[in-house]
């Protein structure tokens, strides 16, 4: 299976994170059973150290490391009597387990250098250590004291409430395995404890000390620097602390550029030296604490193959889970962020992307499907992309599960491009219980794991090609500590908007008599047309009851949040910096629109804006209408019938269609086409519909060459369908027409200057009459 | 304190016609006017956010907040900078700043009934100086004046 591999290469690490845990328990162990000897009933010392030496037997035993394994165990036993009051802690007692611990300590440190236990010796402990559990023949011995108080210990205060409850198995057990290495020693050895030291060979071992308070000297290795060294080399920190010092190297940072910008015009060299050099150690400084934060994405990925496995056993899959750039780092707090919509998206994968073996085969693809995880730096982000090489998503089935799910309407969806149709999985109640055991389907909160990435100023994208699979891809911020930001001003003040949500500039000038520049209203709502989308516009001047701008331009910020798309309309557009995210005092925290504070390189204040909030009202100002197509204005029911319709046809004849009854716009292929006599048909909504080259009308030669056919339907009530053949829709506009009687003819109204073109306005009523009494056909 | 007498050390500063003061041991300094930041939105006492070295500090206009008449544009007030239990700090706009004043807790006395509106809310009491009386401000409430900004415009 593929968790093979994984485990191998995890297992230096897990051995390491072994050394580094018990160093410290060892250190607290020492400490805790000198506190011991102080104190001997105290349950919950002995609780605690009993723990200790269970999870350092426990993990010793699944790395293998059976001699450590074994001393613990004994240990643990002779603790376990302790606890349950069965023995009584006497300094010589103390005293052996104190060389228990040194014993593991020197087995821990070879195990560090080595990699392996070595040949340290522990069968003296282990004798000790059983002596202790069983004292009759160490009687006889001169450490005969040592066990006299453990005998008369048993009717020692015996409460029958041990302070662990989860533990009490755990004890007994221990108790009962006690027998087994407890018997065969106390036949073979009755040596006391230095003598054992002193025979035994341990080659580590500098032999001329073997008094048990000095066991510790010996075991220590010459380079005892070295021995330290796993455990010396990291320290655990307060998160808390992490965080101010970051917020700190963001501050010197932001000063840093203060000073640089201000040296940079100043003669003295030796200032702009000295400020090079700050430069430099600033910007190290900052990466060096950044990295304390920094984890590597693996901590997250590291449960994924069994996830992958158990789902994938379940489903009936064959999966292999491939993971690349697993050492890829981000924020620890980010990697906690996106553990959950990580693990949903392999799920997901698994469970709706890949097919089962015997589909795959069919599909002529191999039976084991493979799930790619992938991680990478790009631009300042971290890019992890979830693919498999499943069936893919199809769009029409998500389509119809949309519009089942009144998400969108039939028409709507209809013009919708596939890539948003595949972004229809992300809406909030798309996932259905139906959707779980949908074939097609995927998506199953989708919405959640969009929110959840979108609230740590992430991104998620999706790409799906039908029958070759699916890839997910989710980007996030290095560090939230310190994000770039574009800073506009409104009324004299400054704001700052985080780069994620923003999608472009766009800056509209007004025209030459000095008219500002035109905004247009669908259905009363501000919106700009940007490349044949109508953007709803949210003025930031509005939105802070703040006086409106002067208006000889306008500045447009794209921005996108939650799914929407919307044009932020600002006073101006200053510069781009990095800043660092400051939380609003609490006196402002409920004021609606900002999403903090911070302070920029000029050293003033300025307020970050809740790009999300302000997508909330840009939703509630342009409704439905968030980066509405042209196509989708003519099905808004507010739009003015009043309107026209402007398209091409031939090379550059522009015509313009009154809006009245035309009811959508379509797209035809050649091979849609059938013929009904000599008119040409379009089976369309089960209905058949004539086409009228809107071209030939106007005696225009030749009909279109391409083999997409833009066809503007035009349904009066009641009425069979009529579809007007175009070669291009160029837009909608709202305009007084001056008619001008020049070049009418049957079918046109007219002329007139359109947007600065002369177009001819077609008559609809005389051309529909036309089409049905067979002319202009 | 060897003192029979409890003494305070109030600092003191006028705002309008008004004789405040709060304990020295809660202001953490007291600064020349700031540029600010404007908050827009945001209840008329908060009057902008200033930098203070680096961190950002909400100032609150006591004018409003007592509900005096604005001060002539032409008079800067000055930041009375004092802590906040919650670690912030935030900073009272004054019109002057005055001395720091050695009081008598002996002298200190209820709100006299002759104070009225907002003022008698953020005032705990008073104490009786020569010529004058100084009134002690609530600091906890002045700066939770968000929170009476809500309860009023709800009530």
């Not at chain 1, 589909?359 to 300042?380: C, F, I, M, N, V």
Request: hydrophobic share 45%; charged share 25%.
């Amino acid at each position: 299976m593929s968790d093979a591999p994984v485990f191998a290469d995890g297992l230096d690490e897990i051995a390491q994170e072994f050394l580094v845990e018990s160093y410290e328990n060892l250190d607290e162990l020492d400490r805790a059973l000198v506190a011991l000897e102080k104190e001997p009933n105290s349950r919950p010392l002995l609780a605690s150290i009993f723990r200790t030496i269970h999870t350092i037997k426990g993990t010793s035993g699944f790395l293998a490391f059976n001699r450590l394994e074994r001393v613990t165990h004994v240990g643990e036993n002779v603790l376990s009597r302790l606890r349950d009051g069965h023995l009584e802690l006497t300094p010589d007692i103390a005293t052996v387990l104190l060389q228990m611990v040194d014993v593991v300590r020197a087995l821990l440190g070879t195990i560090e250098q080595t990699g392996a236990e070595g040949d340290v010796d522990t069968a003296a402990v282990e004798e000790a250590l059983a002596r202790v559990l069983d004292p009759k023949p160490a009687a006889a011995e001169p450490e005969a004291p040592a066990a006299e108080p453990a005998a008369t210990a048993a009717p020692a205060p015996v409460e029958d409430a041990p302070v662990l409850d989860d533990t009490d198995d755990v004890l007994h057990d221990g108790a009962d395995e006690a027998d087994g290495p407890a018997a065969p020693a106390d036949v073979e050895e009755e040596t006391p404890v230095e003598q054992v030291l002193e025979k035994a060979p341990a080659p580590v071992v500098a032999v001329p000390a073997p008094a048990a308070e000095h066991v510790e000297a010996p075991v220590h290795p010459e380079e005892g620097e070295q021995r330290r060294s796993i455990a010396d080399s990291s320290i655990r920190v307060d998160v808390g602390l992490l965080d101010q010092l970051m917020r700190m190297v963001g501050e010197l940072v932001l000063t840093r550029n203060q000073v640089v910008q201000y040296t940079a015009d100043l003669q003295n060299v030796e200032l702009q030296r000295a400020s090079q050099r700050l430069n430099l150690i600033a910007s190290e400084l900052q990466e060096g604490v950044m990295k304390t934060r920094m984890q590597p994405i693996e901590g997250v990925w590291s449960r994924l193959p069994r996830v992958v496995r158990d789902l994938g056993a379940q489903c009936g899959k064959q999966v292999k889970l491939v993971m690349e750039g697993r050492e890829t780092e981000l924020d620890r707090t980010l990697l906690e962020a996106v553990k959950d919509p990580l693990t949903h998206l392999v799920r997901n994968a698994v469970d709706h992307g890949l097919e089962a073996p015997a589909d795959r085969l069919a599909a002529g693809k191999p039976a084991e499907g493979t799930l790619t995880l992938k991680a990478y730096h790009e631009s300042g982000q971290v890019v992890v992309e979830v693919s498999d090489d499943g069936r893919g998503m199809d769009p029409v089935r998500i389509g119809n599960k949309a519009v089942d799910n009144g998400l969108v309407s039939r028409d709507q969806l209809a013009r919708m491009a596939e890539r948003e149709v595949l972004d229809l999985i992300f809406r909030p109640g798309f996932s259905t219980a139906e959707q779980v055991t949908n074939v097609s389907g995927r998506g199953v909160g989708m919405d959640v794991v969009r929110t959840n990435i979108e609230k740590i100023g992430g991104s998620v994208d999706i790409q799906s090609v039908l029958g070759e699979g699916s890839t997910v891809r989710v980007r996030i911020p290095l560090t939230l500590a310190i994000i770039p930001a574009l800073v506009v001003r409104q009324g004299g003040e400054m704001y700052c908007i985080p780069q994620v949500s923003l999608l472009e500039l766009v800056r509209i000038e007004g025209d030459a008599e000095g008219a500002g520049p035109q905004i247009e209203h669908v259905a009363g709502a501000p919106v700009h047309r940007l490349r044949g989308n109508l953007l709803p516009l949210v003025f930031l001047s509005e939105q802070l009851e703040l006086p409106r701008e002067g208006r000889e331009a306008l500045n447009i910020v794209v921005l996108q949040s939650e799914g929407t798309q919307f044009g932020l309309v600002v006073e101006d557009v200053v510069d781009t910096q990095e800043i660092v995210v400051r939380p609003l005092s609490r006196q402002i925290k409920h004021v609606e629109g900002f999403a903090g504070a911070t302070i920029t390189g000029d050293g003033r204040v300025a307020l970050i804006l809740d790009i999300a909030g302000l997508s909330q009202r840009a939703k509630a100002v342009g409704g439905s209408l968030s980066a509405m197509s042209i196509e989708e204005q003519i099905s808004s029911e507010d739009w003015d019938a009043n309107g026209l319709l402007v398209c091409r046809v031939g090379q550059d004849r522009r015509v313009a269609l009154p809006m009245g009854d035309i009811a959508r716009l379509e797209e035809f292929s050649d091979g849609d086409i059938e013929h009904a006599g000599d008119t040409q048909v379009v089976q369309y909504r089960g209905e058949l519909m004539k086409l009228v080259h809107v071209g030939s009308l106007l005696g225009l030669a030749g009909q279109m060459h391409s083999d997409r056919y833009s066809v503007v339907v035009h349904r009066h009530d009641g009425e069979q369908p009529l579809g007007f053949v175009v070669e291009e829709i160029l837009d909608v506009i709202e305009q007084e027409l001056q008619l001008s009687d020049v070049g009418t003819r049957g079918g046109l109204q007219g002329s007139a200057v359109l947007q600065g073109f002369v177009t001819d306005i077609v008559d609809i009523p005389a051309l529909v009459a036309a089409a049905r009494g067979g002319m202009y056909v | 304190m060897s003192e029979p007498a409890k003494l305070a050390q109030l600092c003191t500063f006028t705002v309008d016609d008004l004789y405040l003061g709060v304990d020295v041991t809660e202001v953490q300094e007291v600064i020349r006017y700031q540029a600010m930041t404007v908050v827009p939105l945001a209840p008329p006492v908060v009057r902008g956010l200033i930098n203070l070295r680096g961190q950002i500090v909400t100032a609150l206009d006591l004018r409003s907040m007592l509900g005096l008449p604005e001060a002539p544009a032409d008079e800067l007030p000055v930041n009375v900078v004092i802590r906040d239990g919650a670690d912030e700090a935030v900073s009272l706009l004054v019109d002057q700043i005055g001395d720091v004043v050695d009081v008598d807790e002996i002298a200190f006395e209820e709100v006299p009934p002759t104070l009225t509106g907002p003022a008698r809310e953020l005032v705990l009491g008073a104490y009786k100086l020569p010529g004058r009386l100084l009134l002690v401000l609530d600091t906890r409430k002045v700066q939770d004046v968000h929170l009476r900004g809500l309860a009023a415009a709800s009530a």
